[in-house]
């Protein structure tokens, strides 16, 4: 029996959005540079036909977390809002109708479909990897559990749990491992939809809540807020300190052109009151956190709000097992529509699949990233490919963390500042398996690095990089592992794709973090 072998030049496993820019970039160098179409492919464990895009699609995440710039630089440098993206980026944002923040689903999946469509791309929806067949170091072809046979020279993984680069025999870290907690993980979200709540109510809610929560003499809004702390006085007191800011005004939610930031704790005290549970994520598994909202055409409001804990096993399996929700998360988003609808909200729908925030890191990077290289500015300037600046947020926490650092000898605070650094691709890039990158949360970061690391911002800049340095390695006859930043950087030049380069360095918190590094993560790592 002769098996059925399709050939490629260069396949990308898992459709998250910085994978799919990647192998857009890939076709469009390739016909750059030889006037002909590549033969890509773009595989999915997930439905194509239900959206591509990944967590951003299917997942719903409609909030984008974009780069975090202060005022002053920003001015001082001439830079927009959101600084300045890879050029790629900011094409699928603006074919998606993005205005800051908000990234409608449907408008996203369908710029992506045009854009492949137009770069010549081939799409596999609901693959299964059997196995993966090498030649020495490098992967040859993905067999699928149909018994169907994809050959290509080159392979990027665009999945949160670099499931090909494992199945390609790269060791992954477990959870946080790389601080020797390889149990402990990141929440992850079941992002909703609802519809007939407007901002304008919403505030409104936001305020009445802000108000009797704070009000001691409101004796049924205190009993209120008594049920949502678990009738623990000082939770209760705490809950009530941060409806208020340093000044003494009530924390009020921010409402953006396209976003609305919550900011205080007094519509979860609402709905955990309502819900009967304990408004501390330590000991609740499911929360509604402070919630991030977009703001989308038809009052839709898209709301990344409610965290379910997990362990790395449970993260693992998730993703493993195409993002699905489970009944308990499902069970918890009737509650949640049930209080919803009590507000005036039509409808409440939540996405298809989860959003995981992270499921481990590779080890064997060609080289490592981690957090005191971020607060050192990152790559050097002259061979950046983009710069980024965001915070080391590791939103619902990593469980044992402080516990950890303090059985090392930390005892200073675990909140470091945010870091404006120089992006490269070598992180991204696998030593052993040579023909391989992982552009996901779960590329080669250590440390506090993939905290930042897993922005899809950050990770598009960096699969344009990848994209682009898979070409140059097809067509130089060399491995992906041995392209360097600066053989990418040469092509944006040329193309005129180079976004503004402006990150730098923090000396002081990168030494801070370097020392918490050598102490609590390498030791782990070894």
Request: charged share 20%; net charge positive.
């Amino acid at each position: 029996m002769v098996s059925d072998v399709r050939y490629y030049d260069v396949i990308c496993f898992g459709d998250e959005v910085p994978g799919v820019l990647a192998i857009i970039s890939a076709a469009r160098e390739y016909r750059r540079r030889t006037k002909l179409y590549p033969k890509v492919l773009l595989m999915s464990k997930g439905s194509l036909q239900a959206g591509i895009g990944g967590h951003l699609v299917r997942g719903g995440l409609a909030y984008l977390d974009r780069t975090q710039i202060d005022s002053e630089l920003r001015k001082s440098l001439g830079l927009d809002t959101f600084g300045s993206p890879a050029a790629i980026y900011q094409e699928f944002l603006q074919k998606s109708g993005v205005t800051e923040i908000a990234l409608d689903p449907r408008k996203a999946s369908a710029a992506l479909r045009e854009m492949l469509l137009q770069a010549g791309c081939s799409l596999l929806s609901k693959v299964e990897i059997r196995s993966i067949n090498k030649q020495g170091q490098k992967i040859v072809s993905i067999v699928t559990n149909k018994g169907t046979i994809y050959a290509a020279k080159q392979f990027i993984d665009a999945t949160v749990n670099a499931e090909l680069a494992q199945a390609a025999g790269v060791r992954k870290l477990k959870g946080f491992e790389t601080f020797g907690l390889p149990d402990s993980e990141l929440p992850v979200t079941l992002v909703f939809e609802t519809q007939g709540l407007t901002p304008r109510k919403l505030k409104e809610l936001d305020y009445t809540y802000l108000k009797r929560f704070t009000n001691l003499a409101d004796l049924e809004a205190q009993k209120f807020l008594s049920h949502a702390a678990g009738k623990e006085i000082e939770l209760a007191e705490e809950l009530r300190k941060e409806m208020i800011d340093t000044r003494g005004n009530l924390k009020t939610l921010w409402a953006g052109k396209d976003y609305i930031d919550v900011r205080s704790p007094a519509l979860s005290v609402a709905y955990h009151s309502f819900r009967g549970t304990k408004l501390l994520f330590s000991q609740t598994s499911a929360i509604l956190d402070e919630g991030n909202i977009a703001v989308l055409p038809d009052t839709r409001l898209s709301w990344n709000a409610i965290l379910f804990a997990v362990n790395s096993r449970e993260a693992e399996f998730l993703a493993k097992n195409g993002s699905l929700p489970t009944p308990k998360m499902l069970q918890e988003i009737s509650f949640v529509t049930t209080w919803l609808k009590s507000l005036g909200a039509t409808s409440v729908t939540p996405a298809s699949e989860l959003y995981i925030r992270h499921a481990g890191n590779i080890t064997g990077a060609v080289e490592p990233l981690t957090g005191s290289q971020m607060l050192l500015g990152g790559v050097p300037a002259d061979e950046a490919i983009a710069t980024f600046s965001y915070h080391f947020d590791v939103r619902g926490g990593i469980p044992g963390i402080g516990e950890k650092a303090e059985a090392k000898g930390w005892f200073k605070s675990l909140s470091f500042q945010k870091p404006t650094f120089n992006i490269g691709i070598r992180h991204a890039l696998i030593k052993n398996v040579p023909n391989l990158a992982v552009v996901s949360p779960a590329s080669g970061f250590e440390g506090l690095a993939c905290s930042v690391g897993r922005i899809v911002e950050f990770n598009a800049a960096v699969g344009q990089g990848v994209g682009l340095a898979a070409i140059n390695a097809l067509l130089t006859n060399r491995n992906l592992a041995d392209i360097s930043n600066r053989d990418v950087r040469k092509i944006l030049v040329e193309t005129r794709q180079l976004p503004k380069i402006y990150g730098f360095a923090n000396s002081a918190e990168g030494t801070l973090m370097a020392q918490f590094e050598s102490l609590v993560v390498y030791d782990a790592i070894a």
